[in-house]
């Protein structure tokens, strides 16, 4: 079983950057497909980006495309999730999820229950 733990959440001001990491634990996840999420406070967790197991794959949601950029050190076991140009819509908590019980092939995925595993998230807080 995979246990994953973000950090380098915190606060900063529009414009700022940001990033967070996830590091894996209990097994590797260098066959894994790799996610960060977040969650807003009364929304749904939503989609941020996607790396395949290789790195050689990356897939953004639009309002992050440009912005941010999802990256991966296999050997560390680590994924991250580089930020820029924060603006306060980027509020949330965000969460690093990996598809550890299920095939992932070079495939990069999207959705909330393509994932396995989740971490506990960490709070990032941007101010205008």
């Known amino acids: 079983q995979v246990q994953l733990v973000e950090s380098g959440g915190g606060s900063v001001q529009a414009g700022g950057s940001l990033r967070l990491s996830c590091t894996a634990s209990?097994?590797?996840?260098?066959?894994?497909?790799m996610g960060w999420f977040r969650q807003a406070p009364g929304k749904e967790r939503a989609f941020v980006a996607a790396?395949?197991?290789?790195?050689?794959?990356?897939y953004y949601s639009d309002s992050e495309k440009g912005r941010f950029t999802i990256s991966r050190e296999n050997a560390k076991n680590m994924v991250y999730l580089h930020m820029n140009s924060l603006k306060p819509e980027d509020t949330a908590v965000y969460y690093c999820?990996?598809?550890?019980?299920?095939?992932?092939?070079?495939?990069?995925?999207?959705?909330?229950?393509?994932?396995?595993?989740w971490g506990q998230g960490t709070q990032v807080t941007v101010s205008s």
């Open positions: 790396i395949n197991w290789t790195g050689g794959r990356t």
């Open positions: 999820a990996a598809r550890v019980l299920r095939s992932s092939g070079i495939s990069i995925y999207t959705s909330v229950q393509d994932y396995d595993a």
């Open positions: 209990g097994r590797t996840i260098i066959d894994s497909s």
